[in-house]
């Protein structure tokens, strides 16, 4: 079966660089969910697209933006990187008819800031 | 503020040594419960989802239960490979469209 994908699985940058992840979800999961995972912390909600509308935002940086394209696809663009964003950014899909808690999450991108 | 809390912190198990993790909550208007299993490195992977007290679902060695505070993972007879962290979640009662509040999760050693 189909699953999410994320681009790129790794990614090193260097302070006060721009970063983008990409994020292509299940075919026809119309909600895309981005999520932030620091190490020995549990994923935290950053913000959430349905049907190509933002429809959630949660403790996400003002130097970070996303959207969600006519494909369905998501990206999430990070801009005067800082030490202190590198984690794992994971990306979880969903399809609307399967209840709002069963999220299908990417194996991750793996961002370190130098 | 709501709240996931989840317990033990670790566990140790050996193989065939049953045990539960417990998952509790004061998500007021609790909209379900959410397992899921974490393996280092990967994306959480869903388990189960939990509605209403006294549900049950169960998939192989697993089995999880919802009381009125509290949600267990009931693991019987456990192998290596059930090794992970298993995460409880809730959903943010004012977001309507899936926003989940974590718990830190019970990272589950079994050993041969």
């Known amino acids: 079966a189909a699953g999410v994908i994320q681009s790129p699985r790794h990614l090193i940058k260097e302070k006060r660089e721009t970063a983008t992840l990409k994020c292509y979800p299940i075919p026809r999961h119309d909600t895309v969910y981005w999520y932030q995972q620091g190490p020995g912390q549990d994923p935290q909600f950053l913000i959430s697209?349905?049907?190509?509308?933002?429809?959630d935002k949660g403790s996400i940086p003002d130097r970070f933006s996303a959207q969600q394209f006519s494909d369905y696809h998501s990206e999430l663009n990070m801009s005067s990187l800082e030490l202190g964003d590198s984690a794992l950014y994971f990306c979880?899909?969903?399809?609307?008819?399967?209840?709002?808690?069963?999220?299908?999450f990417g194996p991750g991108t793996r961002l370190t800031v130098t | 503020e709501d709240q996931v809390t989840q317990s033990p912190e670790a566990l140790r198990l050996q193989e065939g040594e049953s045990s539960s993790l417990n998952c509790s909550y004061t998500?007021?208007?609790?909209?379900?419960l959410f397992w899921y299993r974490q393996d280092p490195g990967k994306g959480p992977e869903f388990l189960f989802t939990l509605y209403s007290a006294g549900e049950e679902k169960e998939k192989e060695r697993l089995k999880a239960t919802l009381t009125k505070k509290e949600s267990f993972l009931h693991i019987t007879a456990p192998k290596p490979e059930d090794s992970a962290t298993y995460l409880c979640a809730g959903p943010d009662r004012g977001s309507t469209l899936g926003r989940l509040y974590f718990g830190r999760g019970t990272q589950l050693t079994v050993w041969p």
């Open positions: 998500v007021s208007g609790l909209r379900g």
């Open positions: 697209f349905y049907e190509k509308m933002q429809s």
């Open positions: 979880a899909s969903s399809p609307r008819d399967r209840g709002l808690g069963e999220q299908y």
